[in-house]
């Protein structure tokens, strides 16, 4: 029996220096959603010269690049994230 694969953080070597104190959380609030319920998200520039975009909801935090981010954004404009009704 294999393993299961393991979750990489890719990002774990910028996070640390990702400012997000000064981030300007948008929050994506959905008709008859609790604002608690919502997620918030930021870009977060990087002395690296990136922008990432960072997605916070319940006290943890994700980080992703922008071809994620593009990738993330594109899927929900698609469904692929919808509830089934």
Known sequence: MSEPAQSVDNKAHIR???DLTK??????????????D???????????????????HGGKTLVFTQSEW???VAGVRDGEFNLPG
């Open 70 to 72: 593009d990738a993330f």
């Open 16 to 18: 640390h220096e990702l």
């Open 23 to 36: 981030a300007e959380w948008i929050r994506a609030q959905a008709d008859g959603v609790a604002p608690e």
């Open 38 to 56: 919502c997620i918030e998200y930021a870009s977060v520039p990087h002395t690296d010269g990136n922008t990432y975009w960072a997605m916070r």
